[in-house]
T-cell receptor, first 114, second 113 residues
């Protein structure tokens, strides 16, 4: 049981390049989330998908797009990378959107934009 | 702005001592959760306390919740080197059509051998 798997683990991009971060979960969870983690800022929600076929913006969606490919997979795309998007990106999933359900996290993608 | 704010931002204690971390939040909540993050890893859920609970235990963890003060504390007793990590509180908020978990900025805990 792998839980939440993120690929790649590390990536370096040049400004203006595009990239898709992949996330897959094998727990049959309905909800999936993308966060970015910056020093001193905690985790900030970029986009989420409450269920297959739906996506919604979080706190910091600008510069990103997402696709809920199927129930297992939720990808995050940077169309034109900027240095301000240098961060560690975490994908998470929850069984549903009920109040008392914890999130399960992947180990992150460390992204540097030069 | 962050829903939850942890205090202190960093804490260094001797192995065997107790570690206390605090969290303050801004809005009404259904529950509050604590997570741990080891260096280079994702967050791991530790414990959840509901808004109608005042205290909860899980092994060496003790969580308290004071909804009147909008604050919570996490106590780790008899600390071990393996407890070295960052600890985050998180609250559930409703955002558009679904509830989501919003995280604070975390407390970095270091356990000295």
């Amino acid at each position: 049981n792998a839980g939440v798997t993120q690929t790649p683990k590390f990536q370096v991009l040049k400004t203006g390049q595009s990239m898709t971060l992949q996330c897959a979960q094998d727990m049959n969870h309905n909800s999936m989330y993308w966060y970015r983690q910056d020093p001193g800022m905690g985790l900030r929600l970029i986009y989420y998908s409450a269920s297959e076929g739906t996506t919604d913006k979080g706190e910091v969606p600008n510069g990103y797009n997402v696709s809920r490919l199927n129930k297992r997979e939720f990808s995050l795309r940077l169309e034109s990378a900027a240095p301000s998007q240098t961060s560690v990106y975490f994908c998470a999933s929850r069984e549903g959107t009920g109040n008392n359900q914890p999130q399960h996290f992947g180990d992150g993608t460390r992204l540097s934009i030069l | 702005s962050q829903q939850g704010e942890e205090d202190p931002q960093a804490l260094s204690i001797q192995e065997g001592e107790n570690a206390t971390m605090n969290c303050s939040y801004k809005t009404s909540i259904n529950n509050l959760q604590w997570y741990r993050q080891n260096s280079g890893r994702g967050l791991v859920h530790l414990i959840l306390i509901r808004s109608n609970e005042r205290e909860k235990h899980s092994g060496r963890l003790r969580v308290t919740l004071d909804t009147s003060k909008k604050s919570s504390s996490l106590l780790i007793t008899a600390s071990r080197a393996a407890d070295t990590a960052s600890y985050f509180c998180a609250t559930v908020v409703w955002y558009s059509s679904a509830s989501k978990i919003i995280f604070g900025s975390g407390t970095r805990l270091s356990i000295r051998p």
